[in-house]
């Protein structure tokens, strides 16, 4: 049957009592409407693609009003004209994988297999991220990215937006040369923040104070593991999940299997070190030094409890990671070079040890103090600096 296809005629229209009813449109070649036995009823288009007959389903009525089901057989018409075929470029596009799809895949191959830190990827994935699973990749475009950059920084900081684009960066690049989405890398040309590179360090006074936070701690898990962290410089979870299996206080050695550096580390232990693993009560009872109640079978989580003793010394704006920072600078202060100094806090490279020798500010303070005896004492210019 063929008719002008209007509003009112495809509300009408009846099914047949079986099989299919077909309505051909005879103004506008290979749109029809089809009418199953059920009543439902969708726009098709039909014609030749490449010398082959096929149907191609538009969308269903009354979700797609008979103007949105013209345009769309307009564009399919267009498309095959330029040699295009309508059908298969669907079939693409059902297959497209979705950000979920790559996001499961990045973890699984990449993820898990090359990164210790692949747990943060998951959180990143499944939090920041998780509004996005069901978009094809394709979709996704720069603008989103610069917009969901821009709201992290405002909302969790520069830092955590600059992790999340350095995140969503490596797995296009990754999903893109497994050929999981074709065309360019929505991250491209996207800025990272600029950060501030931390300095902060505990000075003699705040140390004293910290100290005698410490004494008022009521938990003697967490009244060890922070004076831990200033002697060792150990990271956080270094020593949240150290097992007296690889402690040897008889030796002062602590073997650690597996660092960020991707390697395994030797800490010799000093003196009230050895004692403080000595005073745990964990020792001879636990695998771990610091058992907890969790999943992991050790502590996890610091925050809260460095946040009273930080507030009890005086110190609010002093981070976690700022006792690693101040065992560096106050080996840095007394002389150390910076190979041992890396050695101490395991680090791969002598550039990640160089703020250490920016910190130390001792022999620029002597210099200028000597400068300024002579500039305002009249001494000769000629006097040489004490080594």
């Not at 089809?34 to 010398?51: L, P």
């Not at 295009?84 to 297999?113: C, I, N, V, W």
């Not at 006792?323 to 041992?340: E, H, I, K, P």
């Not at 130390?360 to 040489?384: C, F, S, V, W, Y």
Request: aromatic share 6%.
């Amino acid at each position: 049957m063929e008719a002008k296809l209007t509003q009112r005629l495809v509300e009408a229209a009846e099914p047949a009592k079986s099989g299919q009813t077909f309505i051909r449109d005879n103004e506008l070649t290979g749109l029809a409407l089809r009418i199953t036995a059920s009543g439902a009823k969708s726009f098709i288009w039909e014609g030749r693609i490449r010398g082959r007959p096929r149907r191609i389903t538009i969308g269903a009525y009354p979700a797609l009003s008979v103007l949105l089901a013209r345009k769309q057989a307009v564009k399919i018409r267009a498309a095959i004209a330029e040699g295009r075929d309508p059908s298969q470029e669907r079939e693409t596009q059902r297959r497209e994988p979705t950000f979920g799809d790559l996001a499961d895949a990045y973890m699984e191959r990449h993820a898990k297999a090359h990164k210790r830190s692949w747990k943060r990827d998951e959180a990143a994935i499944n939090g920041t991220l998780s509004k996005w699973r069901s978009r094809r990749v394709s979709d996704i475009s720069p603008d989103d990215v610069a917009r969901l950059h821009e709201r992290i920084g405002k909302e969790k900081g520069r830092y955590a937006a600059n992790r999340t684009l350095a995140l969503l960066r490596t797995m296009f690049n990754v999903g893109r040369h497994w050929r999981l989405f074709v065309g360019p890398n929505p991250t491209e040309g996207i800025r990272m923040f600029r950060e501030e590179k931390r300095e902060r360090f505990l000075s003699p006074d705040e140390l004293k104070r910290v100290n005698d936070a410490l004494t008022e701690e009521p938990n003697e898990s967490w009244r060890a593991y922070f004076p831990l962290s200033l002697l060792l410089g150990t990271r956080r979870n270094e020593l949240l999940s150290a097992k007296w299996a690889d402690i040897d206080l008889d030796q002062r050695i602590w073997r650690l299997p597996m660092t960020k550096a991707g390697r395994s580390h030797l800490l010799p232990l000093p003196t009230p070190v050895v004692e403080i693993f000595r005073s745990l009560p964990s020792r001879g009872k636990s695998d771990w030094v610091f058992p907890g109640w969790g999943s992991t079978g050790h502590l996890t989580e610091p925050k809260k409890v460095w946040q009273r003793i930080r507030t009890r010394a005086g110190v609010p704006d002093v981070r976690i990671h700022d006792l690693r920072r101040t065992l560096g600078s106050w080996l840095s202060g007394q002389g150390y070079n910076l190979q041992l100094i890396g050695k101490a806090l395991n680090h791969s490279s002598v550039s990640t040890t160089q703020i250490y020798a920016r910190l130390d500010i001792n022999p620029l303070r002597e210099a200028l103090e000597r400068n300024a005896r002579l500039m305002l004492g009249g001494g000769a210019q000629t006097e040489k600096p004490a080594n």
